[in-house]
């Protein structure tokens, strides 16, 4: 019984990290799990789940080797592990210093023996495979932004986004919005102390123009902010975005975004009058539908 619950906390404690690898086949499988970006220097955890799908293996050894890589145990050895059972392990492991910035390999191998019904003693079987590790010596953040086609004066809209980094941990990023063609009144800064590598942030501004912007302009919006490093190190960070600003009309109701289906464009903006003659002419028709019945039930 101590023996199931240990190998349930083991794989219950696994970090859960941006990649994974398998290595298997028919008899025993491996999952590794590991950050999708590393910082030469700092230490990372490859996590590491065996788990066999057949009867009578043993002897299992996991080795995980890199040049660009110091592992301060870089084997997991088990003795026996019986069919539909996993164990866990994680290897710790540090990019040694000196190594660009880019791609490099590591080789996992997994050997174990398996005794069949009709084998004189067990089999040794090997698998290898080669996993890939992305370092960056920096933080490196991208700007995926959205904001409405058209917007009305004086009525308030949302720039959202999603700041994605793909380089080391950022820290202190700070971001703000402005326009040159028109004031913007609101939610303009953004910050956030730390996205740690391979990690993504969701943000939105809630923005505002004049309400008496009287010519109708197509304006650039300017996203414009900063991070730094872990040593302090400043990095700029922006985008620019359109959007066509007019007054609302006096009979307009809804919203200026519209919606292109093939050739033709649907606006949910609309007329009182349009709301009107819809209604009257949805009244003529159920007087005319009443009318029909009436007339029928005369001829009977």
């Known amino acids: 019984m101590k023996y199931y619950l240990l190998v349930l906390a083991v794989f219950f404690f696994i970090p859960a990290y941006g990649l994974q690898n398998t290595i298997s086949d028919s ?4 999952a590794l799990n590991y950050p999708d970006i590393l910082t030469p220097q700092d230490n990372f955890v490859l996590s590491s789940v065996v788990k066999t799908s057949a009867d009578q293996v043993s002897n299992i050894t996991l080795t995980i ?3 660009q ?19 866990g392990n994680n290897f710790n492991a540090k990019v040694k210093q000196g190594i660009p910035d880019g791609a490099f390999l590591a080789n996992v191998e997994v050997q174990y023996f398996i005794k069949g019904y009709f084998d004189p003693k ?13 370092t960056q010596s920096k933080p490196l953040l991208l700007l995926n932004a959205q904001v409405p086609d058209d917007v009305f004066a004086g009525e308030p809209f949302s720039i959202k986004g999603t700041i994605k980094n793909q380089g080391s941990d950022a820290q202190n990023i700070q971001m703000s919005v402005d326009s040159l063609q028109v004031p913007l009144d609101g939610r303009k800064i953004y910050s956030q102390t730390n996205l740690e590598a391979g990690k993504s942030s969701d943000f939105e501004f809630v923005l505002q123009t004049p309400k008496d912007f009287g010519i109708p302009t ?11 490093d872990k040593s302090g190190k400043a ?3 922006g985008d620019s975005l359109n959007v066509f600003i007019r007054q609302r009309g006096l009979l307009e109701l809804g919203g200026p975004e519209g919606l292109w289906i093939g050739n033709f464009f649907i606006a949910p903006v609309v007329g009182v009058g349009t709301i009107v003659s819809s209604v009257i002419g949805l009244l003529i ?14 001829k009977k």
Do not use: C
């Not at 067990?122 to 992305?134: D, G, Q, R, W, Y």
């Not at 197509?218 to 730094?228: E, Q």
């Open 122 to 134: 067990p089999v040794k079987n090997s698998l290898t495979k080669a996993i890939e590790f992305n």
């Open 69 to 87: 890589l110091d592992i301060s145990q870089n084997q997991f050895h088990i003795d026996s592990l019986p069919k539909d059972s996993t164990l």
């Open 27 to 30: 008899n025993i499988q491996v």
């Open 218 to 228: 197509h304006a650039s919006i300017h996203l414009n902010g900063t991070y730094m």
């Open 285 to 298: 028709f159920i007087w005319h539908m009443k009318n029909k019945k009436k007339q029928k039930r005369v």
């Open 65 to 67: 080797s890199s040049p």
């Open 235 to 237: 990095y700029s960070l």
